[in-house]
């Protein structure tokens, strides 16, 4: 009599670059169950990161609005995955809506965090737990640490894994018909960790000078756009990449780039991901913690932050990303054009 293969879905209700750096740890999973069918729930806006990987059975994209879950909007999704019968769970947030989910999708093994924190009741959602190291690793490594739970040895790679769809090539095209381009991210979600525009500008008068194609990119919203158009001022000669709205397209644009140049973002890891070297510009977060691993990636340190990364937006006399000069990412990006072969591109392609 033959056996079934396990079922297992993985959730993760967190960020796009948190999301990004969990990769690592679905391919142990994978490795630990070749056999298995492997499924993944993700936020909808998250969902496309990981349509394209070939390790995955399935990607369910759960609809959410921030502050208001909607029943009627999960329910028909929440009642499909309960036919699905998963032996096991794991939820690599183990937030309170991962931990709702968790118990209520209802696989016979839930594996989650055992940490104190939300609702009452939350980590007992779980029934296979683990506690949090005390001091935390990078990123993905802490999320691979989650599946020791379940005896799954650590990934060989703490390398971020994404794909773009190549489908959307032509287009992506369009948008960056450059093919050996330095995409320039400007803007994060906390301005604390924004590297001064200045810089940005003298960055690109260096860089250009040196014959590389430098363009800029940046999140939609009004404050990403007086960015960009402050940029504009500073660097008269800078191409700004029009804004791109659907995250696919967005990633395909991204895996035409030579190299990658931003500070702690989302954006970082989708390019780290996409196999794109990248070269991080890291002040009041931790690159210990959250920049991206392997030999393609370089990273640059400002000075100590004073706001201990605390605030959303920095209030030190002097910025601690301002410490990285113009010059120094200039070296960095020279060093990163000749040090890596675009031909030996394992991911993203």
Known sequence: ????????????????GDAVL????????????????????????????????????RVWAMPRRRGRPSLGETWPLLRALRREHFDRSVDFASNDRGAIL?????????????????FFGRRFCYNDRVAPGQNPAHESARLAEL???WQVPPPASLEAEIRADAALAGAAKNVLPQDRAVICHVASSRPQKEWPLAHWAEFHRL???????VVFTTARGEREAALMAELKRLAPGAQILPQVAELPLFLAVLARARVFVSGDTGPLHF????GVPTISLFGPSSPARWAPPGERHRILTG???????RSAVCTAAR????????????AALAKTFEGFDPEARSMGQ
């Open 1 to 16: 009599m033959s056996v079934q293969p396990e079922k297992i879905l993985a959730l993760q209700f967190k960020y796009f």
């Open 22 to 57: 969990m990769t690592p740890a679905l391919r142990a999973l994978r490795g630990h169950f070749p056999q298995a069918e492997i499924h993944l729930l993700a936020p909808e806006e998250n969902a496309p990161l990981f349509q394209h990987l070939p390790w995955l059975t």
């Open 102 to 118: 968790s118990r209520l999708i209802g696989a016979n093994r839930r594996l989650g965090w055992d940490e104190r924190g939300g």
């Open 147 to 149: 599946l020791s739970g």
């Open 207 to 213: 860089a250009t000078a040196a014959g590389r194609e």
């Open 271 to 274: 390019a780290a991901g996409l």
């Open 303 to 309: 000075g100590i932050c004073s706001c201990e990364g």
């Open 319 to 330: 910025h601690c990303l301002a410490e990285i000069s113009p010059e120094q990412a200039g």
